[in-house]
């Protein structure tokens, strides 16, 4: 029976389909990798790869094998975490998926604390769409998530902050003055549910679509382009500082001239709230941000 460093072998050979690239990861040359892969091949009586100048393709039999070990490693990680939950202090890997705005924006000063605090805890981090975090949580990739908007979701919930949304532009400074200029609305690309509040925002004020717009894949991009006079564009107060000079940044009301706001939740599992990685990360976080409102 194959060993667990022979599973991650083949587990990170089916990852990259590339020899190369599988070395690489491995730390070892790929005349040794190869060798090592025709003594699992042997083991298991049949072949799992069949090599290419493309790369690597799996072979039926392999298709059956990776899924096995896959499910393998899965389960030595669950039981290590468990372990690591039995001993006295923070340790173990914390895996969290975050909505891209918030990793760039507001994530980073609270991992330092946690890093600086839990040295002997490890991070692994993967940022995205809110819908691809909620993806990532209901395939078990995660212990926790952060997302924006409001969540469809039955497991544990906590909700971080909400920030509010801004007109942002170099010239404008009333809402209504949008009807009056021919420079673009920037809009960055995002979940459908933050572009139709926007959009629904936009119908109830003006009534009409805007004169010309500009979309790009960054929010980043979108915050430079409108900082340099580019166009106007609508941003949430989570990419905006004070340190912004001669920008002006107009609130946004809804209908009952409320301020538009766009909420942050943490989500996860009860089972992942058991770990104390995650106990940890959680209870820093709320730390954060009591911290935050009170400067």
Known sequence: MSS???FQLLSVLAQEMNMRKASERLFVSQPALSQRLQTIEKEWGTKLFIRSQKGLALTPAGEHVIEFVDD???????VHETIYSLQSGVSGTLKIAVASIVGQNWLPQVLKKFIDKYPQAKISLVTGWSSEILKCLYDDQVHIGIIRGTPDWKGVKVHLFHDPLYLVDREITKPEEVLNTDRPFIQFKSDSTYYQ????????NFKTSPKRTVVV??????????????GYAILPAITLTKTERDIFK???VDENNEPLKRDTWLLGYESAFQLK?????????KEHIAE???S
């Open 4 to 6: 667990l460093s022979e």
């Open 72 to 78: 393998v490693l899965k389960k030595q990680e669950k």
């Open 197 to 204: 509040e926007i959009q629904d925002w936009w119908m109830r």
């Open 217 to 230: 894949d960054q929010i980043e991009t979108c915050k430079q382009m409108a900082f340099n006079g580019i």
């Open 250 to 252: 107009i609130p946004l």
């Open 277 to 285: 990685q995650v106990q940890a990360f959680v209870e820093l976080i």
């Open 292 to 294: 935050s409102s009170d």
